[in-house]
């Protein structure tokens, strides 16, 4: 594994991963170097990501406006260890690594079905406000979900 | 040509497009057989599409909360005739074929720089009330700027 | 059900259909307009064809120089009855609904979990030397393999 | 402007910028939230660099089988400051932060109508042999063109 800023301890980092959803790769996600163009890796990673949210009960209601706090991205990070390809099957990993007063911190994790790392990555979430744009803190009832 | 239902006499067809955008064709936009991703076509028309009606004034306040008649496509049909590669220039033509009481056809077709036919297609565009979700009569304002 | 030109008899035509596959659908396939951009259909369209042919054990070593005769995408339509949304569990079924000398018709379905009726299409696959780019005969083998 | 790991000094490091591409924002590229999914921006960053090496002369030649050298994304990172919307006109720029023995830094920035800053980013890109995949050292020649 090469040198990444965002992990200490490889090994370490990667048992504290206890999510993931499956990822069947389409034949459209390729390109024409033959294997999966890097911006769907992003694709993952939301999908992963929303799914993850969703098994803490959290942020499902995107469409109901009483709800007044959102999860946005603020920054997204990959690191491409080994190319996927067409029909493969995936397991995308997503963990709230750290959680701060008002954002917290995912990381990723993309493997193939000989157990190869083929992602890495990591991202902070803000938590706002939808009608005022601006950071709200997150209570401790979305904290206690976050850390199970 | 290959028989087309929707096209009587190709060059009378062909010649009667007056619009076009230009698609620069994005890698990403390829897939693992070397050239373009037989979905990407769809994204072509439909930005086509959009820039044919701002083109005529027609369905530029998406977001105005005021206008209840919007386009809804209804259908959409594509014919591939020649593939289409990485970073070739392609001309997208849109028209509207025929104009009915409450919907209109479009058609579409794309050269490449060799003025090769790649794509034709079609799709009936339904004018409906957002509100009810029922079709609407295309003012006589809509029905002259569309037939300009 | 609208009239569409491709099917006689709704109810028989629905019946016909012996395989899907599940989609979940993306946050990354919904437009600002709030449902499934209609450019999806068309992944999800190419996704069911893939999965149908392996499911038949054909056409599964794309990669494979050897074989020289590939499913060529010659045309695709789609009918759009009702919006899918964000998050929807979509049955996306296919088959073989008719088979000529060196193509077929494949027919495409998509219901939501009410089973209601989202998306109808089709499209013309030809049987293609990817030396020469020529129609090949299907074999009666892979003939055999479609209509099961 | 937030703390930003990559940049030192802002105006520095945005007034270093020389190239550009122009991206017009597509319908498809919007979703539910109403502005571009973030998946996008790496579809933007990937055209932006592409179109840069081009415009150095290099990397021009992906299908020639005698070029060995090809430029491979190790990583991928963005920022997200503002969000983009539908018909926006956004130009992307990309330059070469850095060039190291066998890879370089692209760094990129995206900007409104407004002139407001949508987007920075940067990833390592590293030079590898196709056939060993092993890096391989950047020419002189390369290296000289990066940073005309």
Redesign the interface.
């Known amino acids: 594994m090469k040198n990444i800023t965002y992990i200490e301890d490889f090994a370490k980092w990667r048992n504290e991963f206890m999510f993931y959803i499956p990822i069947h790769v ?3 996600e ?6 999966v ?3 769907s ?3 993952y990673f ?2 992963a990501r ?1 799914e993850f949210f969703k098994d803490r009960g959290l942020f499902t209601n ?1 469409n109901d406006p009483e709800i007044n706090g959102v999860p ?9 260890h080994k190319q996927m390809y ?2 493969e099957k995936i397991k995308l990993y997503v963990k709230a690594n750290s959680i701060g007063k008002t954002s917290l911190d995912l990381h990723y994790l993309a493997t193939n079905e000989n157990d190869d790392v083929c992602l890495t990555g990591r991202g902070r979430i803000v938590y706002m406000n939808r009608h005022t744009g601006k950071p709200k803190p997150l209570t401790s009832d979305i904290k206690q979900k976050l850390m199970n």
């Open positions: 389409r034949f459209s390729t390109d024409m170097f033959g294997h163009n890097n911006t890796a992003f694709i939301e999908q929303i995107f946005v991205v603020a920054d997204l990070q990959c690191d491409f067409f029909d």
